[in-house]
């Protein structure tokens, strides 16, 4: 039905198309969200909150992009959850056809905010069509917990995820001369039984987290033990770390560098980047860990009724003269 209004009229059958503000394409977020400089902050940029309430969308709750649709009575949605509402305004129930609201696209091509990481250290103020792509590479965004023996959903910095790790998952730490793995198989024939105490350990003024578990390679069951780094991977790429397993006068040694813990722990593991060890080698049994020295010295092995090979971590930072943080 006309409006009898001949813009609106046009409005709802020729949808105009928005483009983003013509400098977006002039702002590689990825080659600067470390410059202070092109980030700066901005005290005299304030955007009130029934702005950016405005630019919520009232289904996900997330930022409004182009295209935002809106009913004929002006409510609000984004394209994202158009199809999940079936078309209509999830607000007052009316359809929501094709209509764009350029007012609020064009209102959003206006502004400047801080990124949601503020809290966390980020004091960069960015353009509107800008800010979610530097989100997604902001520096001090917060990491997921490491921890891979459950689907833990916190996030934080480092030293809180430190905290969280100690004592809400009772992991082990350690951060002196020596230190012990534990390992427990209640059934030395099942791999899928076996579980690995994470360990995280520090060394270099960093954090790292050993892992080493069980999974099926193909029909093979195998077990893998490698390194994160709790930080950046701009960061981890400093260290280099050495893994070795030996027994009954064998030997295997993996060297490589820590993966970040951006990357998820099944993300390292499908990708099998560690030392894979045969269930079956040398013997049934898997790895036991001893104790280390962080001066390289060699520390007794733990012992048990069945002789089982012993598993050993070097670790170095690649700009310094000499390695000090050996794991035994």
Known sequence: MASGNVFFDDMRTSPEVIDPPKNEDLVDVSEHVNDPIQFSPKSNITVSSSVRELLECPVCLNAMYPPIHQCSNGHTL?????????????????????????????????????CKYQNFGCVGIFPYYCKLKHESLCPFRP?????????????????????????????????????????????PHEVENATWMLTVFSCFGQYFCLHFEAFQLGMAPVYIAFLRFMGDDSEAKNYRYSLEVGANGRKMVWQGVPRSIRDSHRKVRDSHDGLIIPATWPSSSPAEIARSSSSGSLGESGRNSNPLPNLSLFLIHTHRASPSCTVW
């Open 78 to 114: 984004c394209s994202g959850c158009k199809p999940r509402v079936h078309n209509r305004c999830p607000t007052c129930r009316h359809e929501l056809g094709n209509i764009r609201c350029l007012a609020l696209e064009k209102v959003a091509a206006s502004l400047e905010l801080p």
């Open 143 to 187: 990491f997921n917990c490491p921890y891979a023996g459950s689907e833990c959903t916190v996030v934080g910095d480092v030293p809180s995820l430190v905290a969280h790790l100690k004592d809400d998952h009772k992991v082990d730490m350690h951060s002196g001369s020596t230190f012990n793995h534990r390992y427990v198989k209640s059934n």
